[in-house]
């Protein structure tokens, strides 16, 4: 499992996998909002690939999100439930991670866009609002950008920065890390030793479950290896977000995290200032939350949400 931030992922295709948690659950290092129902698996073929999304179903405007890197769809199990009364909501496993084909292309942020773009197209969704995650809301920002008749408004998850001016030479990401385990609770501990315990909880016990292949012995192998996300990587360092080219109203949600020394915190609040100078109906929120702020922040981002996108 790799991602910006450490991001989530993991599976096993367990198709129609449904996580039901009470509220609240001792299990978990937060209140579960439960209990958690999660859609059966949906499929679709977009440009030769067969991608895996989830359907909340729910009435009103059509609602879009999109993981960060290394996350599956299930990553937003928490939130979507609480959204669904006023929105339909939809959620886009990005190609090469979890139930979606693993491929040799389009590992660029431009190319997952006109994946977003495909789906909708094939749901016969004319205009959507969009919600993205770290690298999701690169994804978010490149398709409101070519494509302005498509989206409403446009929310970012802690995920409007230019990863191409990220001062840190190696990214955690790049480091050297295990791609296959004994058992799959082995990688269930390897996936909880890299990410803060606020944020377990079924919808990262569900992005788990989709991001590995099991092998005839037990053994599992992570499909995000440090190998196989390397060409998302690179795509994310060389990206800038097309800001000036956005005309919907854009909301960015930033996590403070934990204290971040320069130039690290320096890049973070450039990335900052830069989309409100430079977005035309710009609106900025920060929260005290780790980089999954929709999980351990959920019920401020939901409210968040709400406000925007009225």
């Not at 009103?60 to 439930?81: N, Q, V, Y």
């Not at 930033?254 to 989309?275: H, I, K, L, Q």
Request: aromatic share 8%; charged share 25%.
């Amino acid at each position: 499992m790799r991602g910006r931030w450490l991001e989530g992922a993991i599976s096993g295709g367990l198709k129609g996998f449904r996580s039901r948690s009470s509220p609240g659950s001792s299990r978990y290092g937060h209140p579960v909002p439960g209990p958690i129902d999660i859609p059966s698996d949906q499929f679709v073929i977009l440009d030769g690939v067969r991608f895996h999304y989830l359907d909340w179903g729910g009435n009103g405007d059509p609602l879009l999100l999109l993981a960060g890197l290394g996350c599956t769809a299930h990553i937003f199990a928490e939130l979507s439930p609480h959204l669904s009364d006023r929105f339909r909501v939809i959620a886009l496993t990005r190609r090469g991670h979890g139930l979606t084909d693993q491929v040799q292309s389009g590992h660029g942020l431009a190319d997952a866009a006109e994946d977003a773009r495909r789906l909708l197209d094939s749901l016969g969704i004319d205009r959507a609002h969009v919600v993205g995650h770290s690298m999701g809301g690169g994804e978010a920002s490149a398709l409101t950008a070519r494509h302005p008749g498509r989206v409403a408004k446009v929310v970012y998850l802690d995920g409007a920065y230019d990863w191409a001016d990220n001062p840190t030479p190696e990214w955690a990401e790049e480091a050297a890390s295990p791609d296959r385990f004994p058992t799959f609770g082995d990688y269930v501990d390897f996936v909880h030793s890299l990410l803060p315990e606020d944020i377990r909880g079924p919808a990262l016990d569900a992005v788990m479950r989709t991001s590995v292949d099991t092998q005839p012995d037990g053994s599992v192998v992570d499909k995000c290896s440090a190998a196989a996300c390397a060409p998302f990587v690179q795509a994310l360092k060389a990206f800038r977000h097309p800001y000036s080219d956005i005309s919907a109203p854009a909301l960015a949600i930033y996590s403070r995290g934990d204290e971040r020394e320069a130039p690290e915190a320096t890049w973070r609040a450039a990335c900052r200032d830069r989309f409100a100078a430079e977005t035309a109906d710009a609106h900025v929120i920060e929260l005290q939350a780790s980089h999954y702020l929709f999980i351990d922040r959920r019920d401020d981002v939901l409210a968040a949400l709400r406000a925007f996108l009225a």
